[in-house]
């Protein structure tokens, strides 16, 4: 499962192929991260959700084998399986600066952003470019800009992906879209981790290819 996150929150819960059929997705921001990685619905009804919420990581398994049409007896990779847990966030009432700072001190250039630090809900995600375009659009002005929260900013939609994802789906819709890094969220919206290009390339360096993408 896939979803799409902005400044309002969830715009859109689905499988793969709706994503790509979606009439804005041309438009979806295209984001870069460079994280340091370790190794490693829209639903129909809601008694899908409740299966996905009730069912044991065996019995979620299984039902996403069945609903993508795959072999039930092949192992599948998740990406909960090599997602990096520990990460780096600001919310909506982090400032521009703080942002640009923290990217500096973690050497990195996009970081999620979450509706408050309780929760732990994404609504979007802050990159180098959104801090570049945000200064150079009132370059007069920039000292008191950058002291603007991220909340008073459009950041552009946000594509996460749901825990039990095939590594082979999130990788293309990685390509597909220019993306160099997933949240992965929950049913909920909370972030539970972030998968990259780094995670997958180690996954595949020590794991027989063939076993993740057969």
Do not use: C
């Amino acid at each position: 499962m896939f979803a799409i996150y902005n400044n309002n929150g969830l715009s859109f819960r689905s499988t793969v192929d709706n994503l790509y059929s979606l009439p804005n997705v041309d438009s979806i921001a295209r984001s870069r991260n460079d994280v340091k990685e370790g190794l490693p619905k829209n639903h129909s009804s809601k008694r899908k959700k409740r299966i996905y919420e009730e069912a044991s990581l065996e019995d979620a398994t299984q039902i996403y084998k069945r609903v993508a049409n795959l072999d039930t007896t092949q192992e599948i990779y998740h990406v909960q399986d090599l997602m990096t847990k520990e990460v780096v966030v600001l919310t909506q009432n982090s400032t521009l600066q703080e942002a640009y700072d923290l990217m500096e001190d973690k050497q990195i250039r996009q970081i999620p952003v979450l509706n408050n630090e309780d929760e732990k809900k994404i609504v979007a995600m802050v990159n180098q470019k959104n801090i570049l375009n945000a200064v150079m659009d009132d370059i007069d002005f920039s000292s008191s800009t950058v002291k603007r929260t991220l909340a008073s900013f459009d950041l552009g939609e946000v594509i996460t992906a749901d825990p039990i994802t095939d590594i082979r789906r999130v990788a293309k819709v990685m390509v597909d879209f220019s993306l160099t890094a997933i949240p992965i969220v929950d049913q909920e919206d909370n972030l539970l981790g972030i998968v990259s290009r780094a995670n997958i390339l180690k996954a595949v360096a020590n794991t027989p290819p063939l076993q993740i993408w057969g």
